[in-house]
């Protein structure tokens, strides 16, 4: 039976859902906008949730696939380097921490590559035990691919699984999978929550309960 509070494993978004790394989001998504002629607000609008290649396309569908590629290499270059501010979300260590103790499988499914996701984790101080980026998969999100190809090397079902995100392309993949979700930021799904620390004590009330504690 799919449980919230007993899932077969987390699967946990980077950027807004374990990760705060807000500030450095909007800043070098600004910059970009500013150099590639797009309106700031609808960049902004536009680019939480899926592969900043996919998202270049939509705002610039002007340019060819180099072109595309260029673009995506100017913001990331921006990314690797602007780190400031960038720390663990409200509860996110309280939530590996019970993940841990509780011996719950998880890992991170991210749209960033694997350099930036390492170094946004490291600046966060969380090293998950499985890490898919967008380098990982070949069709990022709202498809599916990530959290399906997490859950097979974790090697649980899917359908345990709870996908916790922050953008509506990552509900969407979470739901495509068959997976349960959890959002952030008020955003529909099976389960809301204000932050992490509120899953971490859904999590920590059911793992005492089972251990008879």
Known sequence: MRSYSNPSAVLLD????LVDSDGAVERTWEAWSLEYGVD???TLADAHGSPSAATVARLRPDLDDDGVREATAWLTALEYEDLAGVGPAEGA??????????????????????????????????EPPLLLTV??????????????KAAAMLGVDIAGCLVVEDSEPG????????????????????????????LAGLLEVSHRVRSGR
Not at 173 to 180: F, L, N, P, V
């Open 171 to 198: 509900l969407a993949a979470g739901r495509a999978a068959g997976a349960m979700t959890a959002s952030l930021r008020g955003l529909e799904a099976d389960l809301k929550l204000a932050d992490l620390g509120r």
């Open 14 to 17: 980077m950027d807004g859902t």
């Open 40 to 42: 700031p607000a609808l």
């Open 135 to 148: 380098d990982d998969v070949e069709r990022g999100k709202p498809d599916p691919e990530g959290y399906l």
């Open 93 to 126: 260590l309280r939530l590996v921490a019970v993940l841990e103790r509780s011996s719950i499988p998880w890992a991170v499914v991210t749209s960033a590559d694997e350099r930036l996701a390492r170094a946004r984790l490291g600046a966060a101080g969380i």
